[in-house]
């Protein structure tokens, strides 16, 4: 078996301090509020007392009722009309009063006092009322030289109370006199008309302004004050002082120690991240470290996840609910497997745990959602079951959300517009998948989904293996379908080692009928031919797959499995006929496959399938005894020459694939009931 060996390497660890720079970088420039509280818990830290001044911010619900009671409450707009004053005071001053003459100048005095308070038509109670206010508290406003004031509406006269204003004023001055009978045959309640106009547009503006306005602090705590003691029970108020504090500290202070430690500790920090990184990579798949477009594809993925999130943080908080973080593990799920996936995307996570202000809620919503879309998608990934996908990382995102809303309490109308954001990133982690064909392209990788576009048997290739040698192109189907349930049993890549046994002998089709399973009846290809020139001629159909495979542009993946089925082993049949016609062994290299030894179990069970399919053909008898006796004699042939010895397989596992092709081989060569022949009478 292959061993493990710590990477070693600047192509290895340059991108990873490529990443580790670029973490830096991005992270946070200010600390984070290191407290955890909630309503009706215990204050468990020491007294805080507020280092600086700060406004204490309104609750949503507080702002939201606000809102409600300004909607319900419209102030009037009045426009002053200066012109109104300046006419009736002429009209005062030529009034014919016969013997009273002498009270026009009082009468231009009163009108003068009146007019500077304003009138209103003795349709204002009305207006007031449109505007739903209540008349003991009623207020206006004034639009007078350019400048808009608010009055009580009880200092202004209507058209009947300035009439009032000035009979009362006769009557006190000229008691003698009727005078009524006076305003009414002397024209003076005509000087009376309202010189302030209502202005509804205006009136509806100022009000909508008035609403969607709201002043977001009900006061401001000064330094020094206390904000919660030891001990101390939070209540409402306490909690809001808190989250009022929570926020003017990341914002203005956020760190009040030196910058130098604070750097210090974002570089230890993304330290760890990296290191944690590079040890999952390492327990989980070492092999990733020798493929570089793999590696760093799975870098990037890691680098766009965290960047993402310091960048959410940083601008809208609220954002963080509508990205679609389980995005990432599909991305991973594309081109690793799940040992793989499931702990970079949780490492991938931990820029949310310790940075957002809600760090625990969301790294469990969205870590819980990630496994469901890690197990889901390999059942629903296909047209729109790809939607059912999304729909179960929904559900889970929700019921992880409101799992921590209960325990903090729901607040409010907000938690329907975080849900809206969960079910708009659902939606997101399908319309974004496709994206992954461009990644494919970018890192020159081979998703799971063309590797199952490569096993369609009407791609050009195979539809030239099936016509040009059909009896290839029909042991190629036997070895996928052995291999594939050789694969599942150990958790191989499936879609890949399917494609890798459709592949495998693609060469064949050059020289078709150099192989016996193409033979047509009667034709020997070999006759004539000595055991160096038929095994040479069998050895080349490798150099002419991998020809083939470069030709049409097949992913060097699949190319593996064309330069690793034969390894480096010899062409049994020909060798020994050659060493029993007395040939030379220290003269036999022609008789070796010059390929590569298998490095990957996928590698490994297309080996041992290919030479077993082929190899069954040639028992006589097909009992369990039998077949497990091929089947070990093959495996102990292949670890005797070495082939295994560079391969990432256990001893377990291959104990395992033996049981497995055992198994399956005794199911394909069961024997068949004889069918009993009628007698004719």
Same mark, same amino acid.
């Given at each position: 078996?292959?061993?493990?060996?710590?990477?070693?390497?600047?192509?290895?660890?340059?991108?990873?301090?490529?990443?580790?720079?670029?973490?830096?970088?991005?992270?946070?420039?200010?600390?984070?509020?290191?407290?955890?509280?909630?309503?009706?818990?215990?204050?468990?830290?020491?007294?805080?007392?507020?280092?600086?001044?700060?406004?204490?911010?309104?609750?949503?619900?507080?702002?939201?009722?606000?809102?409600?009671?300004?909607?319900?409450?419209?102030?009037?707009?009045?426009?002053?009309?200066?012109?109104?004053?300046?006419?009736?005071?002429?009209?005062?001053?030529?009034?014919?009063?016969?013997?009273?003459?002498?009270?026009?100048?009082?009468?231009?005095?009163?009108?003068?006092?009146?007019?500077?308070?304003?009138?209103?038509?003795?349709?204002?109670?009305?207006?007031?009322?449109?505007?739903?206010?209540?008349?003991?508290?009623?207020?206006?406003?004034?639009?007078?030289?350019?400048?808009?004031?608010?009055?009580?509406?009880?200092?202004?006269?209507?058209?009947?109370?300035?009439?009032?204003?000035?009979?009362?004023?006769?009557?006190?001055?000229?008691?003698?006199?009727?005078?009524?009978?006076?305003?009414?045959?002397?024209?003076?309640?005509?000087?009376?008309?309202?010189?302030?106009?209502?202005?509804?547009?205006?009136?509806?503006?100022?009000?909508?302004?008035?609403?969607?306005?709201?002043?977001?602090?009900?006061?401001?705590?000064?330094?020094?004050?206390?904000?919660?003691?030891?001990?101390?029970?939070?209540?409402?108020?306490?909690?809001?002082?808190?989250?009022?504090?929570?926020?003017?500290?990341?914002?203005?202070?956020?760190?009040?120690?030196?910058?130098?430690?604070?750097?210090?500790?974002?570089?230890?920090?993304?330290?760890?991240?990296?290191?944690?990184?590079?040890?999952?990579?390492?327990?989980?798949?070492?092999?990733? /470290?020798?493929?570089?477009?793999?590696? =760093?594809? #799975? !870098?990037?993925?890691?680098? *766009? +996840?965290?960047?993402?999130?310091? $960048?959410?943080?940083?601008?809208?908080?609220?954002?963080?609910?509508?990205?679609?973080?389980?995005?990432?593990?599909?991305?991973?799920?594309?081109?690793?497997?799940?040992?793989?996936?499931?702990?970079?995307?949780?490492?991938?996570?931990?820029?949310?745990?310790?940075?957002?202000?809600?760090?625990?809620?969301?790294?469990?919503?969205?870590?819980?959602?990630?496994?469901?879309?890690?197990?889901?998608?390999?059942?629903?990934?296909?047209?729109?079951?790809?939607?059912?996908?999304?729909?179960?990382?929904?559900?889970?995102?929700?019921?992880?959300?409101?799992?921590?809303?209960?325990?903090?309490?729901?607040?409010? /109308?907000?938690?329907?517009?975080?849900? =809206?954001? #969960? !079910?708009?990133?659902?939606? *997101? +982690?399908?319309?974004?998948?496709? $994206?992954?064909?461009?990644?494919?392209?970018?890192?020159?990788?081979?998703?799971?989904?063309?590797?199952?576009?490569?096993?369609?048997?009407?791609?050009?290739?195979?539809?030239?293996?099936?016509?040009?040698?059909?009896?290839?192109?029909?042991?190629?189907?036997?070895?996928?379908?052995?291999?594939?349930?050789?694969?599942?049993?150990?958790?191989?890549?499936?879609?890949?080692?399917?494609?890798?046994?459709?592949?495998?002998?693609?060469?064949?089709?050059?020289?078709?009928?150099?192989?016996?399973?193409?033979?047509?009846?009667?034709?020997?290809?070999?006759?004539?031919?000595?055991?160096?020139?038929?095994?040479?001629?069998?050895?080349?159909?490798?150099?002419?797959?991998?020809?083939?495979?470069?030709?049409?542009?097949?992913?060097?993946?699949?190319?593996?499995?064309?330069?690793?089925?034969?390894?480096?082993?010899?062409?049994?049949?020909?060798?020994?006929?050659?060493?029993?016609?007395?040939?030379?062994?220290?003269?036999?290299?022609?008789?070796?496959?010059?390929?590569?030894?298998?490095?990957?179990?996928?590698?490994?069970?297309?080996?041992?399938?290919?030479?077993?399919?082929?190899?069954?053909?040639?028992?006589?008898?097909?009992?369990?005894?039998?077949?497990?006796?091929?089947?070990?004699?093959?495996?102990?042939?292949?670890?005797?020459?070495?082939?295994?010895?560079?391969?990432?397989?256990?001893?377990?596992?291959?104990?395992?694939?033996?049981?497995?092709?055992?198994?399956?081989?005794?199911?394909?060569?069961?024997?068949?009931?004889?069918?009993?022949?009628?007698?004719?009478?």
């Amino acid at each position: 078996m292959a061993k493990v060996n710590f990477p070693r390497g600047f192509k290895v660890y340059l991108p990873l301090c490529v990443l580790f720079l670029i973490l830096v970088l991005i992270l946070p420039r200010s600390g984070k509020f290191n407290y955890d509280y909630r309503k009706g818990s215990t204050w468990m830290y020491e007294t805080l007392i507020a280092q600086f001044d700060f406004p204490i911010l309104k609750t949503d619900e507080q702002i939201q009722r606000e809102k409600e009671r300004i909607g319900t409450s419209v102030i009037p707009y009045y426009q002053y009309v200066s012109e109104v004053e300046l006419q009736k005071k002429r009209q005062a001053e030529s009034l014919e009063l016969a013997s009273l003459d002498s009270l026009k100048t009082y009468l231009v005095s009163i009108l003068s006092d009146i007019y500077g308070r304003g009138i209103v038509s003795e349709s204002a109670d009305d207006e007031v009322r449109d505007s739903q206010f209540q008349p003991e508290n009623a207020v206006i406003i004034i639009q007078k030289d350019k400048r808009a004031s608010k009055y009580p509406i009880s200092e202004v006269y209507t058209v009947k109370s300035a009439q009032e204003r000035i009979l009362a004023s006769l009557e006190s001055i000229v008691p003698s006199v009727n005078a009524d009978s006076l305003c009414l045959a002397g024209g003076i309640y005509d000087l009376i008309v309202p010189n302030l106009n209502y202005d509804a547009q205006t009136t509806e503006l100022v009000h909508e302004e008035s609403v969607n306005y709201v002043s977001p602090t009900s006061g401001v705590v000064n330094a020094g004050q206390l904000i919660v003691s030891h001990g101390e029970i939070i209540t409402a108020e306490v909690e809001q002082l808190l989250d009022s504090y929570k926020v003017e500290y990341e914002a203005s202070l956020g760190y009040d120690g030196p910058r130098f430690f604070l750097w210090s500790g974002n570089v230890m920090l993304v330290l760890i991240m990296v290191i944690l990184l590079f040890f999952t990579i390492y327990f989980t798949n070492y092999r990733i /470290f020798s493929e570089m477009n793999r590696y =760093l594809y #799975l !870098l990037t993925i890691f680098a *766009l +996840t965290a960047t993402i999130t310091f $960048i959410a943080e940083k601008t809208n908080p609220e954002i963080l609910y509508l990205i679609p973080f389980t995005l990432s593990a599909l991305y991973l799920m594309a081109f690793f497997k799940k040992r793989v996936v499931l702990p970079v995307y949780m490492i991938s996570l931990l820029p949310l745990l310790v940075f957002a202000h809600n760090g625990v809620e969301l790294f469990v919503m969205y870590l819980t959602a990630g496994v469901v879309a890690i197990m889901s998608f390999s059942y629903f990934n296909k047209g729109w079951l790809q939607f059912v996908t999304a729909s179960l990382v929904f559900l889970t995102s929700v019921l992880g959300y409101f799992t921590f809303e209960f325990i903090n309490g729901i607040k409010g /109308f907000n938690d329907y517009r975080n849900v =809206l954001f #969960l !079910l708009l990133g659902s939606l *997101l +982690t399908v319309a974004g998948y496709p $994206i992954i064909y461009l990644f494919e392209r970018v890192f020159m990788l081979v998703s799971s989904t063309r590797l199952v576009e490569l096993c369609d048997t009407n791609n050009k290739l195979l539809r030239i293996l099936a016509h040009n040698a059909p009896g290839t192109f029909q042991h190629s189907l036997q070895v996928m379908n052995l291999a594939d349930a050789a694969a599942r049993s150990i958790d191989a890549n499936v879609e890949l080692i399917r494609a890798g046994a459709m592949y495998h002998d693609i060469g064949k089709t050059v020289n078709p009928q150099c192989f016996i399973e193409n033979e047509t009846l009667g034709a020997k290809y070999h006759a004539g031919l000595s055991p160096r020139e038929s095994a040479k001629e069998i050895i080349r159909h490798v150099q002419d797959g991998m020809n083939l495979a470069e030709k049409h542009n097949l992913p060097d993946v699949v190319k593996e499995f064309i330069y690793t089925h034969h390894g480096t082993t010899c062409t049994a049949y020909f060798y020994n006929k050659y060493l029993n016609d007395g040939g030379d062994p220290d003269d036999a290299g022609d008789f070796y496959y010059k390929g590569k030894k298998p490095s990957t179990k996928e590698q490994i069970i297309i080996m041992l399938c290919d030479t077993l399919e082929a190899a069954s053909r040639t028992l006589k008898d097909y009992s369990p005894a039998s077949i497990s006796e091929l089947v070990d004699r093959i495996l102990k042939t292949k670890m005797d020459d070495g082939q295994f010895e560079d391969a990432d397989i256990s001893i377990k596992e291959l104990n395992i694939v033996c049981k497995v092709l055992k198994e399956y081989l005794q199911q394909v060569h069961h024997a068949r009931v004889v069918y009993p022949k009628r007698n004719v009478r």
